[in-house]
């Protein structure tokens, strides 16, 4: 899944949940769907949750931080 970044024209290729952990922290955005996709990624990180269900909560997460970007 890809995201944009803060960076014009740059994206960002998320393909773990470590990295989708430290991409939640750079957004402005702190609303319900990123406390949750937050904790998400420390409970994968935990295995209390699959990865998928954190993948899940990242990308919705993205929709509600305006970020997603859909691939073409």
């Known amino acids: 899944m890809y ?3 803060d ?3 740059v994206t960002y ?3 773990n949940v470590e990295g989708a952990a430290e991409e939640l922290l750079k957004w402005t ?3 319900p769907k990123w406390r949750k996709a937050v904790q998400l990624c420390i ?3 935990e295995d209390r949750v699959t990865p998928e269900e954190a993948r899940k909560g ?3 997460a993205a929709k509600e931080e305006g970020v997603l970007r859909t691939v073409d």
Do not use: H, Q
Request: one cysteine or more; hydrophobic letters at 35%.
């Open 3 to 5: 995201v944009k970044t």
């Open 7 to 9: 960076r014009p024209g």
């Open 13 to 15: 290729g998320c393909n």
């Open 29 to 31: 955005k702190m609303g």
């Open 43 to 45: 409970d994968a990180m």
């Open 58 to 60: 990242f990308e919705a």
